[in-house]
């Protein structure tokens, strides 16, 4: 199976049905695929053949939805750029992978020559944007000027992307997936029926470079249907894009979901199209649950729960499920095509509710991290991913997340490695030592909470920090709070203890601390 | 992915639920994988190893159910032998196959000495029914007590079974299909949301060696649930195993359905519980599906379509399109996992509309046949099955199934697609079920000629027949010739054998019988 097969299929089925909505502009699948097969042979004379990456640096729009196809359709591989990260770290993913064409859209243009600059093995920059093309560009148009290639039907165990996520050791790396990997998680969680509404109409809010939306966009391509998609999450755009284009289902991180229920729009909107909403990130808290509840009567809920690396979706918990006041805290069940396990430190399979990490196989486990075999072998052990969460599973498979073991925050729907940012706050002079952890916080989830030491004589402010962080590292990964000790706690390896520093902040909270 | 996988994750979430129900023995989903590992290792005990065939010659019962599990776990491939074939016919398939061990129930005890004599191949047989084990057999029970084994998690590109069709044709050709293939298609299926009730008490009383019931328990295993099975169709049997096991879905071949909605005990019986019909092998008559509207009032209908070689599903119709009085003629559209298309017999697709071959593509698409490259070259072109059936597409992708290629009837020069014919003649009162053939005419080539079973109590006359069916369907595709007859001769999956009815009138004919 090809990630373009359902291109095909709903050309077959829908031809004159919307495959995308995006602002006035509306194309019908037939036209998508026109439209990819043109792309596609403008990519091809651009030199991208099969297996070479394309990158995309873009919010969300149609252009990002054939743009995936074409890529696809030629015979590539896509790279599509986090558009949090600074340029330097855009560039190393570009560097890392031999990405040579990149596809930019008018808000990230501007970035392109510190892009460049730092990553010589780009030849071609696209220009994806709606306003004029900035010098030294494709513009996108030209590339349909081509003619059409017919689809190479890549698929199977070929790769179809490499999904650059957070370094705990400073560097992203490159997850390689499958176009078999991709379908398996998609196809898996639709046939749980616990994923979309077949046929309906899908919201794209969440970024489409994250795979949490991707993983919904196959979904959607699959069972058939449109997408309306709008540039980012705002909760008057969302709210607009329901009510003028019957959106029948979106997926959300909870901030988003929360930030939708609390917007004062919300009670006006019409909103009756609206059936479904699917989140991932974290458990929905149960102030947010009500809130739903109240702003969004008679919608349901589905939580995914994975990583990059599965492609995403691990374990599903269903809409019946979130009645339940405890099953709602857990990140529900292996989804038909996954299978998951709490093992300890040797790999062995823990009692059910001890704490152990959460290992996961099948066929949605990716290839590996691009040119990592090492970090790649220390992941994917014996074909079970180890997850780096901590996690307990109850006598009926559900599974509880307690925490992270490989120290990330999920803050606002983005993973931060506490390492990363330790590792950028410590170039800073006044700062001897510290220690980053997450904490709850109402409209992020986690935030990002620095712990730091002082040098002797010195003094340090948040602002002071943030700009120094932020030099350094993308915004969202900078702390948003400080906290100045004398000494951190450590143990007799001189590890730092981080459960205590966590232990003040979450306590009262519904996660367990590690 | 392997078959066995959802096993594994239903002890994991469902340990305590009810995997199987036969007759009073309820088994659950943990005892079910206590019992399968044990199986396995008395399998391998036989040395049944990777890839090696065990064959099953059994009506449908929770051991077959268990059979199939244990023959994955233990590495092996299963022969589900077609229980309507003779001796010979079986025997041809153990040999050809090299299937060395046979296990066999009560009822087909007594063919094994007929079977054993022209298959020296077999080794062991094992007796897997219910009363004493006869002379020369090897107790179920016994295979048992040689402990337990670890799952081998065969999967993927490996060879799952060998399912031997189309003995009509000459020898039986024994169709290769690996786990990918199997899960393909029911993943496919069920993420299309038109095929089972997820969670669901699904019965099996088609037959379970064949691929329509597998996929159905292929499916109800990913999904969760349980298996309600009768050893075979009858209309009563069915009708108390859904009151009494409170049975969600099923599914059937129309000629069973009509058999169930004729039958007098239909309206006693507590079927509030039953919400699912899954049918396939051809498109359900007007008359019947009426009937089962009044006698199954809030049941919905979805129709698969496929054959052996596509594990076995390439479209499927969903329950709203069973209000459509043309779509409700079709076979659906290709579900989420299949690519077809109709083409000529160049291999080129047919402008919509256009009658021509069903061709179909996907990671269901079987291996090819047993030892028979050639004819599996002919089968799979560039990766598409020719399925040998005619049909049509319409502008959205409803395939039309006109009649097997070589099933047509030509008639003065005119061709006439059995299906349709038999489509108006069900809707006459007096016809309980019909068959439509071609059989030698002097005047026109080939006569249309009709087979059918009456209702009780009533009669029927040739123009009758014709008076109702030229108010519905043009002169020439009228019957010219009846026949009146207790029971149509069918398969072991249902579908009438139109060959049996044709053989009596092309007896001296120098054309040969299809």
Chains 1, 2 share one sequence.
């Not at 990405?99 to 392109?112: I, K, M, Q, R, S």
């Not at 059409?148 to 560097?171: K, M, P, S, W």
């Not at 729009?265 to 109240?294: H, M, N, T």
């Not at 990363?420 to 980053?436: F, K, M, N, Q, Y």
Request: aromatic letters at 6%.
């Amino acid at each position: 199976m090809h990630l373009t097969q359902s291109l095909h299929r709903n050309v077959q089925q829908d031809g004159d049905g919307v495959a995308t909505i995006f602002g006035d502009r509306v194309t019908t699948w037939a036209e998508c695929a026109e439209r990819v097969a043109r792309v596609a042979a403008g990519l091809r004379a651009l030199g991208v053949g099969a297996g070479d990456r394309v990158a995309i640096l873009s919010l969300n729009s149609d252009r990002y939805h054939e743009l995936l196809l074409a890529i696809w359709w030629a015979g590539g591989v896509v790279n599509p750029c986090n558009v949090r990260w600074s340029p330097a770290e855009i560039a190393y993913s570009l560097e890392d992978s031999g990405t040579t064409v990149l596809c930019v859209d008018d808000t990230f243009a501007a970035t392109v020559p510190a892009i460049q600059a730092a990553a010589p093995v780009l030849s071609t920059v696209v220009h994806v944007g709606e306003g004029p093309t900035p010098d030294g560009m494709r513009t996108y148009g030209s590339l349909l000027d081509e003619g059409t290639v017919e689809d190479t039907r890549r698929g199977g165990d070929d790769l179809a992307g490499i999904f650059y996520t957070g370094g705990t050791t400073g560097f992203p790396k490159g997850v390689m997936l499958s176009h078999r990997n991709m379908l398996a998680s998609s196809l898996g969680a639709a046939a749980s029926g616990n994923f979309l509404v077949p046929g309906g109409r899908l919201l794209h809010a969440a970024p489409m470079f994250h795979l949490a939306d991707l993983a919904a966009w196959v979904g959607r391509n699959l069972t058939g249907g449109g997408h309306v998609i709008v540039p980012m999450f705002t909760p008057d755009g969302v709210l607009e894009a329901i009510s003028k284009h019957r959106v029948t289902d979106a997926l959300l991180v909870p901030t988003m979901i929360q930030m939708l229920v609390d917007a004062p729009g919300v009670a006006e909107a019409d909103l009756s199209s609206f059936q479904k909403l699917v989140y991932g990130g974290s458990p929905i808290s149960e102030g947010v649950l009500d809130r739903v509840r109240k702003a969004l009567p008679g919608i349901v809920l589905s939580q995914a729960y994975g990583m990059t690396e599965l492609s995403p979706v691990a374990t599903l918990l269903g809409p019946e499920e979130h009645d339940d006041p405890v099953l709602r805290r857990s990140a529900g069940r292996a989804a038909p095509h996954a299978m998951v396990k709490i093992v300890d430190v040797d790999g062995k399979e823990v009692p059910r509710g001890e704490v152990g990490e959460i290992v996961v196989s099948g066929d949605h486990v990716m290839q590996g991290y691009w040119n990592k075999p090492a970090e790649t072998a220390a992941a994917v052990v014996d074909g079970w991913m180890h997850t780096g969460d901590g996690g307990r599973m109850d006598d009926n498979g559900y599974v509880f997340v307690v925490d992270r073991i490989k120290d990330m925050i999920v803050s606002g729907g983005e993973n931060v490695y506490s390492a990363e940012v330790e590792s950028a706050l410590t170039t800073h002079p006044s700062i001897a030592a510290c220690a980053v952890i997450g904490v709850p916080d109402e409209e992020w989830g986690e935030r990002v909470h620095a712990v730091v030491v002082l040098q002797p004589g010195t003094a340090l402010e948040l602002e002071d920090l943030r700009t120094h962080s932020k030099a350094r590292i993308a915004g969202y990964k900078c702390p948003r709070s400080l906290e100045v000790v004398d000494a951190l706690p450590v143990s007799g390896a001189g590890k730092v203890l981080k459960r205590e520093l966590r232990e003040r902040h979450w306590q009262g909270s519904d996660r367990a601390v590690n």
